[in-house]
């Protein structure tokens, strides 16, 4: 029975192996598709971004917004990719290593990252997208909520889970070399 | 510093084989062979005595301390 539910966690994590394979491909694409063709997307596209952007923006703040953007972007796929090298491991039947313990350890050090990333995102981003407006609508938008202080507690908690999991593998190792 | 496991020299003074003592002490010869090449971290007492009874033999004729 032991071996069937390995056998299953192995085949489902090479699933998900392939599926995060194609987020890290997808994701940067996704970003620089958005921005390069943000004067054609309709207005429900936009909602989410921290200013109201009525006017077409100028190619160079479309690439200036690439660049910020690259900020929180680079993060999700610093996570994506140690979520791949996690599911590679379990894919491979390693469940209980130091090297998973390692993955934990960045992903929660990744959630700390991206909720500060966020913080220095959206004033640039603000900056960026109202740089051609007329004077007196230029914003610089600061914003910290509750989710990014949920972000930095959760990551605080995996940060600690990741050390109680390395700490055991270690014993594990150990118990693995008791003759 | 580091403790050496001189289990070889103790087979071939008794002319054992490996495979043989691990059947003897009832351990595998994966985990022999971890002994025999030094990666082991811990000996249990009970696989010690077992050697030494098996290979009639000291602890001391088998661990030997290096500085």
Known sequence: ?179 | MQIIVNLDVMLAKRKMKSNHLAKRIGISEQNLSILKTGKAKALRFSTLSAICKELQCQPGDLLEYQD
């Open chain 1, 1 to 179: 029975m032991a071996e069937e539910n390995l056998q299953r966690i192995r085949r489902i994590s090479g699933t998900f192996r392939q599926l995060f394979n194609l987020f890290i491909i997808t994701l940067p694409a996704a970003t620089i598709i958005f921005w390069l063709c943000f004067n054609q997307l309709p207005q429900s596209f936009k909602n989410d971004l921290p200013v109201i952007v009525s006017q077409n923006l100028p190619l160079s703040s479309l690439l200036l917004a690439i660049t910020v953007s690259a900020i929180p972007t680079g993060i999700i796929l610093y996570a994506f990719i140690k979520l791949r090298n996690l599911f590679s491991l379990y894919h491979k039947g390693v469940i209980f290593s130091v090297a998973n313990a390692d993955c934990y350890r960045s992903l929660g050090y990744a959630l700390i990252y991206w909720a500060f990333s966020k913080l220095a995102f959206v004033p640039l981003i603000s900056i960026v997208l109202t740089a051609h407006n007329p004077p007196g609508q230029k914003s610089l938008v600061l914003s910290i909520g509750s989710a990014d202080m949920a972000n930095i507690l959760i990551g605080s908690i995996v940060l600690l889970i990741s050390w109680v999991m390395h700490e055991a593998s270690l014993m594990e190792e150990e118990r693995s070399f008791t003759v």
